[in-house]
């Protein structure tokens, strides 16, 4: 894909021979493709591959109309099978790049650690440093560590555009990458490695990367938990002992200071069923079962392995009194079980304690197994009875150990399955489960209406519902009902409590997280929630008092909730029976915060100035009332749904509302670039946690204050930023038309990448029916990226007008404040990657051309304005001047990117217009795979 391809692996050694960085890497990849293609596509394919990416790369330095139209009519020209083949070429490429991108910077992190200097800017080893030269004590520090948890949530959606097999070969390219930049190969040996790059090229490219088939939820399930098995159990313990080693490095070991385990997983996968009618109560169950399974089967394997190594025999050392009491105790489970006693490892105690613990789990993992099998009652005996137990017997394991002088094989493997066993328990992940709120208020209305003599629920105002609500919590039989006269929803709605309760009786609380209430209006909306949990046993009051089994979450995620947060939180704070059952289930309250429908519903800047102002009203809230609160961040992906990088993200939370704890959404398509490769995923968590770490310095000393003449001026920017955002979306005649008809949204709704429909109610073109998903991924395949910086501009222009002052003023809060950094930061990120030469030529799809000029000429008209007040603010010359990495990053694959999206509005265009259904389905296919690649090029979707 060069104009010199070399013709065998022998050249494209020499190519690696020439430097060992990022470029060669990439030039090694790339011609290990074009070889591949050489040999293995259609005969044009090369040729059109490389003409289309030489001609493009022309008309980014000059613009030269001849020349477009000329590229344009070779595009019409080509079949759609051929057009295929290209797009898949350039969907490889950037696959490469990506791997390339992803390796040179884990191999630059470790050449950094080798030499011995101070680490990168959030690093543990940047991060520990600072503290100590602030002069905070260990102690204040420990306390600070016992605070933290740190808790990412895997969702399914928005979209994930790339199959697993595909990961799994980029995986394997990585790793013998890595292995020809550091082991020591000679001639044949690196020609070996060369030749099984081109082998996995070769593989890569006669592999559809397309689903065939939309994947079920149980498919993302499978795809969540891939990220586990094949990286996070094996980087979680690595970030671990990484924050030991920048604690000891600083502190020193006589500091004696601890690093409690405060990684904690959640996921919706399975459990989100908020407009996804594909996730069923049976869905939530099985998902359950799916992470019970697989943490069992890893700490099986785990165990196994130790029982290999810890063959420490008596008498040439004794193990701790406590161990040997425990191993006496264990004769009887086996005789229990078994009927006979264990003859194996009579001289080597620590082999028999774990030969016992395997017995046990593989029980468990019998039961969980017979249970997915649908066998619910000849399940075997024996086992574990929850995690807490697995973990003792590794406690005594270690403390034996450390007894009879053995630290150092404590620390080793089973401290890292410690820490695993610690971080996942039996439960893997925390599933949250998430439900509209209409839907809880319609189930809770018909149990109200069955009741004889019951009143009108729905006729209730606010005060009412929830004085009725509470009572019905308290009592002890609230309802008299037949399940099976239900309506079918309502029937759902209680399985999904019931399942739940069925589940966390058999597990542990953990299998479940949070019930998240999206489109959360009202404190009755929480309330009702509450009493569909009672109904299943999971919540209200006994001869012991209250009791909750259950943790709520209301979301707020449009403009208008987001201003009325502290209304609803105080209603419910201040009700009785609510406030009991808080404090019954640990009196910590979560409260989510949408990203995506406030952006979608006010734009960026509205959104943002929203966001944070409803963190420091909630944090207020509840700290006057002396409980602890946790906010759960729905970010996207994309700047355009909440997203960035997650280190300043967390910086710029306000002060003092991060206390030791983050909960933040990690979308689909995030997921394979920060966590398929184990070495990635360690640097991702370790830049979050550090990012935590910052950001929690408020539990051990008072932060200053936000700013209140800055306050003053966001408030005034967000309340502009609105004006101009809702004055195109909402009143600009034929925008929405705009928007379906020159993205290609429709397309997106047909590609096989989630299960979640794209719209909420089918066949609804209004703004409101929209998921933020397709609405962010819609303007991100036409390079638009609208949703991430629209009205940005305008409103520091009409706020700064032509003062000086007001200029130096926005200056100093871009320097001196974390948040405007960081918004303006991810502004900057998004104005980048948009490309409004590439916008104007989707143009060519809408029906009415002159009403489609004219709003393309205010959204190019905005894009110009906010990249001149951006600079300004932020003192640059050009975007992302002071991120050159990033930047060379984003502008390698416009080389690519460019004809894709030309191949993309020329597709469109055919597909749209075909009558034939047999020819449209041929045009279908290179668009979808064209949806693919633009989506790989710019490293999101939605």
């Known amino acids: 894909m060069n104009q010199s391809i070399p013709d065998g692996t022998q050249e494209g050694h020499q190519v690696l021979d020439q430097g060992l960085d990022l470029e060669r890497d990439i030039k090694l990849f790339t011609a290990l493709l074009g070889e591949v293609l050489r040999e293995h596509s259609r005969k044009r394919v090369l040729v059109i591959v490389e003409r289309l990416r030489d001609g493009f790369m022309q008309l980014r330095e000059q613009e030269d109309a001849a020349l477009r139209e000329k590229l344009m009519k070779r595009i019409d020209a080509v079949d759609p099978q051929t057009i295929s083949e290209v797009i898949r070429a350039f969907t490889i490429f950037f696959g490469l790049v990506n791997t ?115 994947p079920q939820v149980i498919d993302e399930v499978r795809q969540g938990l891939h990220y586990f098995r094949e990286s996070l159990f094996k980087a979680v313990p690595e970030t671990y002992r990484n924050l030991e080693k920048a604690i000891r490095r600083c502190y020193g070991p006589e500091s004696a200071l601890q690093v409690p385990s405060f990684i904690r997983f959640g996921s919706w996968i399975g459990g989100d069923r908020d407009g996804n009618p594909f996730v069923k109560p049976e869905t939530t169950e099985l998902a359950v079962r799916m992470h019970h399974q697989l943490v069992l089967e890893e700490y099986h394997r785990r165990v196994i392995a130790l029982r290999r190594v810890l063959s420490h025999t008596v008498p040439i050392c004794q193990p701790s009194p406590a161990f040997m009491d425990s191993l006496d105790a264990d004769e009887e489970y086996w005789l229990e079980t ?20 395997d017995h046990r789990l593989v029980a468990n993992l019998d039961r969980v197994r017979a249970r997915l099998r649908g066998e619910h009652h000849a399940v075997p005996s024996g086992g574990y009875a929850g995690d807490r137990e697995f973990l003792a ?21 089973l401290q890292d399955l410690i820490r695993l066993a610690e971080s996942f328990g039996f439960h893997l992940v925390h599933l949250d489960c998430r439900q509209e709120s209409t839907r809880h208020t319609q189930a809770v209305t018909e149990l109200f209406a069955r009741q004889p003599g019951a009143p009108y629920y729905e006729a209730f105002d606010e005060d009412q519902r929830l004085m009725a609500l509470a009572e019905s919590i308290a009592h002890p039989h609230p309802f008299i009902f037949e399940k099976a006269t239900l309506t079918p929803a309502t029937r759902e709605t209680l399985e999904v409590f019931e399942v739940m309760a069925r589940l966390t009786a058999e597990i542990g609380r953990g299998c479940f997280g949070q019930y998240v209430i999206s489109m959360t209006h009202t404190a009755s909306h929480v309330m009702e929630v509450m009493l569909l949990a009672r109904l299943a046993g999971l919540a209200g009051r006994d001869r012991q008092g209250w009791f909750c089994n259950i943790q709520i979450s209301p979301l707020f995620e449009t403009i208008e909730d987001l201003g009325h947060i502290d209304a609803v939180m105080t209603a419910l704070f201040d009700n009785p029976t609510y406030s009991a059952l808080l404090k019954a289930s640990g009196n910590r309250q979560e409260v989510m915060l949408g990203y995506s ?85 360690r640097y991702e968590l370790i830049m979050g946690i550090s990012g935590l770490i910052k950001a929690s310095r408020c539990l051990i000393a008072p932060p200053p204050p936000d700013r209140k003449d800055y306050l003053g001026i966001m408030d005034e920017l967000a309340r502009l930023g609105e004006e101009g955002y809702r004055k195109l979306v909402r009143e600009t005649d034929g925008f929405l038309d705009y928007f379906y008809e020159c993205t290609p949204l429709d397309a997106i709704a047909l590609l096989n990448i989630g299960s979640r429909p794209s719209h909420r109610k089918k066949g609804d073109r209004a703004l409101s029916s929209i998921r933020a998903i397709p609405w ?30 007001r200029l130096a003023k926005l200056q100093r809060m871009y320097q001196e404040w974390p948040y405007f950094r960081a918004l303006l930061s991810n502004t900057q990120m998004s104005l980048f990657k948009a490309e409004m030469h590439i916008a104007r030529e989707y143009l060519r799809l809408a029906q009415d051309q002159r009403q489609a000029a004219a709003i393309y000429g205010l959204i190019d008209a905005e894009y110009e304005r906010t990249c001149t007040q951006v600079l300004n603010v932020a ?61 790989a090029g710019m490293r999101n979707t939605g």
């Not at 990585?174 to 020591?184: D, E, P, S, V």
């Not at 078994?338 to 613990?357: D, T």
């Open 100 to 214: 390339a991108e992803e390796l040179n910077a884990y191999l630059s992190r470790m050449d950094r650690i080798s030499s011995g200097e101070r680490l990168w800017f959030g690093s543990f080893d940047d991060t520990v440093r600072q503290f100590h030269a602030d002069g905070v004590p260990p102690e204040k520090f420990q306390d600070l560590l016992n605070h933290l948890i740190y808790l990412p949530v895997f969702t399914a959606h928005p979209t994930e555009s790339k199959r697993r097999t595909i990961s799994d070969a980029f995986r394997r390219i990585f790793l013998i990458a890595q292995g020809l930049h550091r082991q020591r190969l000679n001639e044949e040996e690196r020609v070996e490695q060369l030749q099984a790059i081109l082998t996995e090229i070769q593989g890569l490219w006669k592999t559809d990367e397309v689903r065939v088939h939309k």
């Open 338 to 357: 078994m009927g006979q006693g264990l003859r194996r490892f009579a001289s080597e105690p620590y082999r028999r304690k774990l030969a016992i613990m």
């Open 393 to 413: 017997d590794l406690y005594l394991i270690r403390d034996s150990l450390i007894h009879h002088g053995d630290a150092n094989a404590a620390a080793g493997a």
């Open 597 to 681: 429908d406030s952006c979608k519903d006010g734009g960026i800047l509205c959104a943002s100035w929203n966001l944070y102002e409803a963190q420091r009203k909630v944090i207020a809230l509840a700290d006057n009332r002396q409980v602890s609160c946790r906010l759960f961040h729905g970010r996207g992906g994309t700047i355009g749904r909440g997203g960035g990088p997650t280190h300043e993200a967390i910086l710029a939370q306000p002060p003092d509302t991060v206390h030791g704890q983050i909960k933040f959404t990690e979308q689909g398509e995030v997921l394979s670039y920060r966590y398929a490769n184990p070495e990635t995923a």
């Open 776 to 805: 962010v991924f819609g303007w991100g395949q036409s390079r638009t990226t609208l949703p991430a910086w629209f009205s940005v501009g305008q409103a520091i222009e009409r706020w700064r007008g032509s003062d000086p002052e």
């Open 875 to 935: 003192g640059l010359r050009s975007l992302m001047e002071d991120t050159p990495e990033l930047a060379h990053s984003l502008v390698r694959r416009n080389l690519y990117l460019d004809p894709l999206n030309h191949i993309q509005v020329a597709v469109l265009g055919r597909y749209r217009a075909e009558q034939d259904e047999a020819l449209e389905e041929e045009w279908l296919d290179p668009l979808l795979r064209s949806i693919n690649a633009i989506a």
